[in-house]
């Protein structure tokens, strides 16, 4: 089998997509080709071998042989032809921007390339924080309360402590924790240099959390391992970033029986259908014994392989068990009888 590994974009976690895809080359054992797309949206194949981040600082990749998506897939320009890149399906491990907003998923949709990865609605509402709080709620998957400010209404209602979040990002870039009224306006400023609306939420100090990944494949989900994170007070963009190349297996936590199947049936209750052909993770909160949706990453960091015990053979199967997309008939019968009605041809 060959995968072919899709990262970078127009992000800006942008270099942390760059780490993720690098830390794959250690957890998939089948032929990789990368595919990077640069903050110019142009498409490059970059040798397997090379891959490494200062490629991309650098600007040497601009040296390797560019790609153009057209109908089933990318391909390559030779002197006289063009050739297609071989491979079974792409995995999506552009993180934010591009990646995680459904830009992607639409192309692959539209060019009919198979990818592991968000479908196109799935991106669009795990993507925007408010839209991820609407799905939950919808069905009956607790979320804390939240306010949406804007940069023309900053007028907060929430109680302090709270934490500020960019609508649409993720890697806890522009993240500010307030404690204090005179620390609200800061940290306003700085959500609103990502995005032109931001997500309030209350802070729980101390707040017990645990993280979960899976796929669909066939009929039943496959379940990662359920982790309770390091406590920080919040992980930052830099303990982030670290994160995002993580490939050693992480611990399970010690938690009760009642605890794990709850968590396994909030993640269900939300992955399925939407997600389905993603492997994806969720980050619970537990309050007073009760199950809280954190945040869906659709395109975790990389791909939350230290969560499975058998991820290599995971991708693998979810490779070639991908939803298809549905065959639309077009076969022009209305013109056709309107023409002959009219007496014309």
């Known amino acids: 089998m060959k995968l072919a590994v899709i990262f970078g974009g127009e992000s800006f976690e942008h270099e942390i997509s760059i780490v993720s895809a690098i830390a794959l080359k250690k957890v998939i054992s089948c032929e990789l080709v990368y595919i990077f797309c640069d903050k110019e949206r142009e498409f490059y194949l970059i040798p397997t071998q090379e891959i490494n981040s200062k490629r991309f600082s650098s600007g040497k990749y601009l040296n390797d042989a560019k790609l153009t998506l057209k109908q089933g897939g990318f391909y390559s320009k030779k002197m006289f032809k063009e050739e297609k890149l071989e491979f079974d399906a792409v995995i999506n491990i552009i993180h934010g921007g591009d990646g995680e907003d459904g830009k992607i998923a639409a192309l692959f949709d539209f060019f009919k390339v198979p990818y592991i990865g968000p479908r196109l609605e799935a991106s669009v509402l795990s993507y925007n ?4 709080k609407l799905y939950a709620n919808s069905l009956d998957v607790k979320a804390l309360p939240y306010e949406v400010l804007s940069k023309n209404r900053r007028a907060l209602t929430l109680a302090l402590p709270v934490i500020v979040k960019p609508l649409r990002l993720g ?19 700085v959500a609103f240099e990502f995005d032109d609306e931001v997500l309030i939420e209350p802070f729980v100090e101390n707040v017990a959390e645990y993280n979960i990944a899976g796929c669909k494949i066939g009929e039943n989900i496959r379940y990662s391992i359920i982790e309770e994170p390091q406590k920080e007070l919040f992980l930052d963009f830099d303990k982030k970033y670290l994160d995002f190349s993580r490939t050693q297996r992480v611990f399970e ?6 605890l794990h199947n709850e968590i396994r049936k909030s993640f269900k209750t939300l992955y399925e259908p939407l997600f389905e052909g993603a492997v994806i993770r969720c980050d619970f909160f537990v309050i007073k014994g009760e199950v809280y949706i954190n945040e869906i990453n659709p395109n975790p960091g990389s791909l939350a392989n230290y969560l499975f015990e058998e991820f290599d053979a995971l991708v693998r199967e979810l490779a070639v068990n991908l939803p298809k997309s549905r065959k639309i008939p077009v076969e022009y019968k209305y013109i056709n009888s309107i023409q002959s009605a009219k007496g014309k041809a």
């Open 129 to 132: 924080k408010f839209f991820t």
């Open 253 to 258: 936590a010690k938690i009760t029986e009642k």
């Open 171 to 189: 890697s806890s870039i522009g993240v500010s924790v307030v404690k204090e009224k005179s620390q609200l306006e800061y940290a306003l400023d």
